[in-house]
């Protein structure tokens, strides 16, 4: 979708901080609450750069829907299930350490790109609203997930560890411990800068993935999926099966999710079988719009400078919300409503935005045709 | 025709992928499997000849420092892999040590069981091995 | 004869024939596993009769374009600000009862008055930025919550705390203040007639507007709104209109609940309200641009009844409660379902 809107203004200040606005917003609320919460920039320093570690991954994953009109994918929830059941089978055979993660990968694949497949499936049957459907379908999923997970494992399922399953016997256990893969990917590779580690090994990760993704976007497949995002049919009729492009691009972003959410555990170190992958989505696709993406356009920077702007939101709010009004709730809860409030702002943004336009576009459509009557008739 | 030959094609290149990242499966199964690791300090007979337990035996597998293992104890290290290797150093009554370095493998589904007082005395049977018990 | 079954089937859609089918198997089952079928149906009546209303308010915006509303938590928190103020006013019974609407529906209606001004400038996309604004607007009254001045003892934390607990009892209030209203009483059998009478009520006076010149004009606006504009039919407002509507009688919907629930649930309790609700009216047989009384009493009867069946009958049969997770997958898979057909006149 082109992103025409009031950039238009000349100046380009003034046209960055339209465009920018949302980052700008934060920035500026940030430097107000930072100070306020008393932390330490030694501190701060460590925790954004753990979280970005942590989080990359997976919002990178949502970068791939965007660029094929697809909008945000809140289905990277079933990405994330399926690496979750990629651990639990990893756990269970007993296999540790960065081969223990890659083998979670492994397994966490084949699930991903079936749910992928599932999802583009459905997705392609309701266009126009991928996005709310999306979100139900993570719902759904989860659902299905927990029946496999609370009923399945144990006893369809062959899981045989004591320490996985709960006292009953079948069904996995709420919370499961990583010990055995424990920052794996992070200490594979770390240094320290002036008391702040940095977890390299998983950075150059990031940075592969980064490079796969700008490459991608030049294939020939790339390019079709943004040219599907476009326009679909003028794709369509430039011969490319729009359905098969959409649903692969949802597939990849799955698959991606799935690696992601497993990054995202190995640092964490614990899964919460029933809750880990809750909010995957919300908090993804909220970092990426404060990042100053919008579900037309996403690029690399949103996702890193969203990630670090989120977050520092995340963490200060709590104390920052204590200083101002007494409370330490009211700043879980502002945090709780910046990422609510700004994901429904900037879809309301783009919605009108899409609106105006379609409304341009008949306006100009009926005065052209106004035009060409006046012709035939004059002429 | 030339169509045909595409997805012969295709689908060889599809079954070999599938092959091989199942044999990286397995690969990764054998690399990263974690082992139970018993040394024990015990008395034990091997061949015929009984060997008796009379020191506290210092002991690493892998890089897990196990430390001292008194006489008639027993530890556990956890370790990952198919190749190890065990360095015992036996500490005497009047302060001289002895030490021994040896290597061993295991299968992905063993669990070892290291006799230190036979490590140092014998060239087989310091080790058994048991079939996982799940 | 083969022809009408099929005919019907594909009228009525697989899912719920399934859940239909799912329902009855559960109530024949019941008995031999030591239900009873009395305590069963009244307990299906009662929340059926509490969640009618919360699922009867998503229908004028269904029918004017708007889709599925769910930003219903905006006309819950507009009920539970009626219900709290009433409660601080210290007024019991019905009279408390009336309270709580009548300070409910003017929040509902400026509320909803906004909220269809958002839902007027991004046309095709209400859902999902209904959903987020459901969601945020959930968040903000959290913080609201803490910060409102209530006093009222029964209301607020204990040992001098401030803010408002999270859940507060009705109970000396107005407590089943409709549920037992001409209620029946039969052994085990528990009909809650003033919570139907009172459904009742509203559903036909939804049903009457729709029926009027005015409610006309909103279901053009909802299945045709180019024609609509060319027959002179303003289609923001009557959108508006709608939203207004749907927003108040959630307001009111959430009271109903509350005299029969018995608590007050504030914080982020309303945060996933309207999906049941959505699913339900699904379930009934709506769609994302129609929906009708029959949709609200059936849907609202099939999925209450899974929801009280399924936990007694599933518990007895294999041990253990699957309740939570069936409710997850029926009620979304409903929604994926309707959200997937293909809807025949849009835009």
């Not at chain 2, 009047?94 to 005395?121: C, H, M, Q, W, Y």
């Not at chain 3, 409709?178 to 009483?185: E, K, P, Y």
Request: charged share 15%.
């Amino acid at each position: 979708m082109k992103d025409q809107s009031l950039t238009r203004a000349k100046n380009p200040l003034v046209r960055f901080v339209i465009s920018n606005a949302v980052p700008i917003l934060f920035v500026i609320l940030l430097i107000f609450a930072v100070p306020l919460s008393g932390f330490s920039t030694d501190y701060l320093l460590n925790e954004i750069i753990t979280r970005l570690g942590r989080n990359s991954f997976l919002v990178i994953s949502l970068l791939i829907p965007v660029m094929a009109g697809m909008g945000l994918n809140f289905g990277i929830v079933l990405g994330a299930m399926a690496g979750q059941i990629g651990l639990i089978f990893m756990l269970d055979w007993g296999v540790v350490g960065i081969p223990g993660i890659v083998l979670a990968m492994l397994i966490g694949t084949p699930i991903a790109i079936l749910l992928g497949m599932l999802a583009g499936m459905i997705l392609n049957r309701a266009k126009g609203r991928e996005m709310v459907t999306s979100m139900i379908l993570g719902f759904f999923i989860n659902g299905i997930y927990q029946l496999t997970i609370l009923y399945g494992m144990g006893s369809v399922i062959p899981i045989a560890s004591d320490k996985l399953l709960l006292p009953r016997g079948y069904g996995v256990r709420n919370a499961i411990d990583l010990i055995s893969i424990r920052k794996a990917l992070d200490n594979m590779w770390s240094i320290e800068i002036s008391g702040v580690s940095i977890p390299l090994g998983v950075f150059a990760i990031i940075a592969a993935l980064c490079i796969f993704v700008f490459w991608f976007t030049r294939t020939k497949l790339g390019q079709d999926m943004r040219a599907v995002g476009q326009d679909m049919q003028v794709a369509a009729t430039a011969g490319i099966n729009v359905d098969r492009t959409r649903t692969l691009s949802i597939i990849i972003s799955t698959v991606l999710a799935c690696y992601g959410q497993i990054i995202f555990l190995q640092n964490i170190g614990t899964i919460n079988t029933y809750n880990s992958h809750d909010q995957v989505g919300t908090f993804a696709i909220a970092a990426l719009l404060i990042g100053g993406a919008s579900v037309a356009k996403a690029t690399i920077p949103n996702v890193f400078i969203g990630i670090t702007l989120f977050h520092l939101t995340f963490i200060v709010a709590p104390r920052a919300g204590k200083e101002l009004l007494g409370q330490a709730q009211i700043g879980e809860f502002f945090r709780v409503f910046v990422s609510y409030g700004i994901i429904a702002i900037s879809l309301a943004l783009y919605a009108w935005r899409r609106q105006v336009e379609k409304e341009t576009e008949r306006r100009q459509a009926k005065a052209a045709i106004k035009a060409a009557v006046e012709d035939g008739t004059g002429g | 025709m030339g169509q045909e030959a595409d997805r012969m094609r295709r689908n060889i290149i599809r079954v070999a992928l599938v092959v091989v990242l199942v044999a990286l499966g397995f690969g990764l199964y054998v690399l990263g499997k974690e082992h139970t690791i018993f040394v024990e300090n015990k008395d034990i007979v091997v061949d015929g000849v009984e060997y008796k337990s009379a020191n506290t035996i210092n002991v690493i597998v892998d890089d897990i420092e196990l430390e001292d293992v008194k006489k008639g104890k027993r530890k556990v290290a956890y370790s990952a892999g198919p190749w190890h290797r065990i360095k015992a150093v036996e500490v005497f009554p009047d302060g001289t040590t002895r030490e021994i370095e040896r290597k061993f493998t295991l299968s992905p589904n063993d669990t070892a069981v290291i006799n230190l007082v036979a490590l140092f005395e014998v060239e087989e049977g310091w080790l058994t091995i048991e079939q996982a018990e799940r | 004869m083969f022809e009408g079954i099929a005919n019907l089937i594909e009228k009525a859609g697989w899912p719920r024939i399934i859940i239909a089918l799912f329902l009855l198997s559960l109530f024949v089952i019941a008995p031999f596993v030591n239900i009873s079928i009395g305590t069963s149906i009244s307990d299906t009546l009662v929340r059926f009769a509490m969640n009618s209303v919360l699922v009867l308010s998503l229908v004028p915006m269904v029918q004017s374009g708007c889709g599925l509303n769910f930003g219903m938590q905006l006309g819950v928190i507009a009920g539970l600000i009626g219900a709290v103020t009433s409660i601080e006013l210290g007024v019991t019974g019905l009279a408390g009862f009336l309270t709580a609407i009548g300070i409910a529906i003017p929040f509902a209606a400026i509320l909803g008055f906004f909220y269809g001004l958002l839902l007027n400038r991004v046309k095709g996309d209400e859902m999902v930025v209904a959903t987020y604004v459901g969601f945020s607007s959930v968040a903000f009254m959290s913080m609201m919550w803490l910060l409102l001045p209530y006093k009222s003892p029964n209301m607020i934390w204990g040992y001098g705390g401030s803010g408002l607990r999270t859940t507060i009892s009705v109970e000396g209030y107005w407590l089943g203040v409709l549920n037992n209203f001409l209620s029946i009483r039969i052994g085990n059998f528990f009909f809650p007639t003033g919570t139907i009478l009172f459904f009742a009520l509203i559903a036909l006076l939804v049903w009457s507007f729709f029926k009027t010149k005015l409610g006309t004009a909103m279901t053009a606006a909802g299945s045709n709104p180019v024609y609509a504009k060319a027959a002179g039919v303003n289609v923001d407002r009557m959108r508006i209109l709608s939203v207004v509507i749907s927003t108040v009688i959630a307001a009111v919907g959430i009271l109903v609940y509350e005299q029969s629930f018995g608590f007050i649930q504030l914080y982020m309790a309303p945060l996933l309200m309207a999906f049941p609700a959505v699913a339900a009216l699904l379930l009934g047989g709506a769609s994302v641009s129609k929906a009708s009384m029959g949709n609200v009493i059936i849907g609202a009867f099939l999925f209450q009844g899974i929801l009280t069946m399924t936990p007694s009958v599933m518990n007895n049969l294999i041990k253990s409660d699957m309740s939570e997770v069936i409710r997850i997958i029926v009620s979304n898979g409903m929604i994926v379902y309707a959200l997937t057909r293909r809807t025949k006149v849009r835009k």
